[in-house]
């Protein structure tokens, strides 16, 4: 039975170095408006990650970087730390202050400017440059595509964020879809499982989350993103 799925566009063997402490990176879309972002890098990066969070995209984060919202049990967001340990500068963005209380927020063209503007940080730290969304952290990732131009990253990963048969029809019809990207890989995932009766079907802690699986799907990321996305 098939339980997850990895979708992985490319849009355009390294030693484990140590890590610091996380940080908090703020920046100004827009005036009046302020974007914090959860920062995490090691010493010499291969690369940065951009993680998009699924459900409503809200970290509630803090100037001291913790997570007020129930996403900090978000696949992405619990395992940002396992990124770096890959070897790359993560980049965990909340949304700006401005957005929230938005209605549909993540289909503007505003939305799209705040997520290049954080790529764009990424290129400081370290190039090439990924965004990954989870569930509904799949909109950022078309929208960055969709709403600006100004700002791409190397490669994208969708996971959870689209609707597959389990004969895998519907995974072949999306990727005929993606037609402008030079490389498109599916990638399926078995095992875990909810983590008890009340789990939500489409929550952190059940198949759509990646519940018990983590370590499978954040390895197959990684090795896509080594075997294609080149510095």
């Known amino acids: 039975m098939l ?3 990895l979708l992985a ?3 355009a063997a390294t030693a484990l170095p140590a890590w610091a402490a996380e940080s ?3 920046l100004t879309p827009r005036p009046g408006a302020t974007l914090r972002v959860l920062v995490d890098r090691p010493a010499a990066p291969v690369g940065s990650i951009v993680l998009m969070a699924g459900g409503d995209g809200v970290l509630e984060l803090d100037a001291q970087g913790n997570i007020g919202s129930g996403l900090r049990e978000n696949h992405l967001v619990r395992t940002r730390a396992a990124y770096v340990k890959a070897g790359y500068a993560v980049f965990v963005p909340d949304i700006a202050s401005d957005q929230r ?3 549909g927020y993540r ?3 505003a939305y799209a400017s705040d997520v290049a503007a954080v790529i764009a940080e990424a290129r400081k ?3 090439p440059v990924a965004i990954v969304g989870t569930s509904r952290g799949a909109l950022p990732v078309v929208a960055v595509f969709a709403k600006q131009s100004a700002v791409r990253p190397d490669a994208a990963v969708i996971s959870s964020g689209t609707l597959m048969g389990s004969e895998g029809g519907g995974s072949a019809s999306f990727k005929a879809m993606l037609t402008g990207a030079p490389k498109v890989d599916i990638v399926t995932l078995d095992g875990g499982g909810p983590r008890g009766a009340t789990a939500e079907a489409c929550g952190a802690s059940h198949y759509h989350g990646f519940y018990g699986i983590d370590d499978q799907a954040v390895a197959a ?3 896509w993103l080594r075997a294609n996305m080149r510095r």
């Open 125 to 127: 730290v370290a190039n």
């Open 3 to 5: 339980r997850a799925v």
């Open 107 to 109: 289909f503007t063209a």
């Open 101 to 103: 209380g938005t209605r």
């Open 221 to 223: 990321t990684v090795q």
């Open 9 to 11: 566009l490319l849009v």
């Open 24 to 26: 908090v990176l703020t």
